[in-house]
């Protein structure tokens, strides 16, 4: 009997490290989606151009995170790099165009819009996968993307104010932004027995270097003289919302389901209207908040029934 009450005491104890464990990094994920959540409205805070910002946040991210991997005796892991260089190169390239277009679009129009029009990538993925995987869209799937189809034009704004009055190039850009992460999401399923830190590190240099030609060509002359607030507010954009949120992120996907990964990520444009709303007063009206739900509620729901 004593020996069995140790082995339940055992078992007990293991059991409540484990729920411990998954508490941690549940509030980590749950932190880092927030962080993510609050970009588009501290952008609008910022007195630079979109590209001078994501050129920013990619080399102060890669650098914070290299930084972090020093400090815990993580290492690159140059052979993993090299053997998945392509992908990495594409996906950087394709992360630098995602922030961009986005950045540009929060500048635009509303940050709730550009938020919600972003977060059609997840439907998107959906709709090519049949052609790039073999993978069948069933009836729910196809429901789930008629739904998304149409909050995005009720959340564009097309029924309440009409074509004619509406930012056609701000909404384009927030769905150019969707398809660009629809690309990182392709090459990162090319990636093998790369560790996630060093996935990260090479993504966000790569993304900092595909926007720097455009960033400097489009800024020649231009005399920027960007204000203190700008200057802190972008290095902590690179240091909070780039290298501490990717650390908290990557080092919460070991450990959590699938399914809390999917549900919780939709945290982020849930924050970002929030912050638009009640930080920035950029109301939606009553198609605009129906269109978030549609998408929020539909994009969810297409990743968590797989």
């Not at 609050?38 to 914070?64: A, D, F, H, K, M």
């Not at 060093?198 to 489009?218: C, G, M, W």
């Not at 920027?224 to 080092?251: V, W």
Request: aromatic share 8%.
């Amino acid at each position: 009997m004593a020996i069995e009450s140790k082995t339940l005491s055992h078992k007990q104890c293991n059991r409540k490290m484990n729920t411990g464990n998954v508490r941690v990094n549940t509030f980590k994920y749950i932190l880092a989606v927030v962080i993510y959540g609050t970009i588009g409205p501290i952008l609008r805070y910022i007195n630079l151009p979109p590209e001078i910002v994501v050129c920013s946040r990619g080399v102060i991210g890669s650098l914070s995170i290299l930084l972090f991997m020093k400090v815990t005796g993580r290492k690159l892991d140059g052979q993993a790099i090299r053997a998945n260089l392509v992908p990495l190169i594409l996906s950087g390239i394709f992360l630098g165009l995602n922030w961009v277009f986005l950045f540009a679009a929060y500048v635009r129009i509303s940050v709730a819009v550009a938020s919600l029009l972003n977060y059609t990538a997840p439907i998107m993925v959906v709709i090519i996968a049949p052609f790039l995987y073999k993978e069948k869209i069933s009836p729910f799937k196809a429901l789930c993307i008629a739904v998304a189809f149409i909050g995005v034009v009720l959340t564009s704004g097309v029924v309440s104010a009409g074509i004619g009055r509406i930012d056609l190039v701000g909404i384009t850009l927030p769905v150019l932004s969707a398809f660009a992460f629809v690309g990182i999401v392709i090459c990162n399923k090319k990636l093998k027995s790369i560790d996630s830190y060093n996935k990260a590190v090479i993504q966000l240099a790569v993304s900092a270097l595909t926007v720097l030609p455009y960033a400097i060509i489009s800024n020649l002359g231009s005399g920027l003289s960007p204000d203190p607030r700008s200057l802190i507010l972008t290095a902590m954009l690179g240091i909070i919302h780039t290298g501490t949120a990717y650390c908290l992120y990557f080092s919460a996907l070991g450990v959590l389901s699938v399914q809390s990964i999917a549900l919780f990520g939709y945290l982020e444009p849930v924050v970002s209207v929030i912050g638009s709303v009640f930080i920035l007063h950029q109301n939606l009206d009553i198609y605009g908040w129906i269109g978030a739900v549609l998408i929020i509620a539909a994009s969810a729901a297409s990743e968590l029934k797989k």
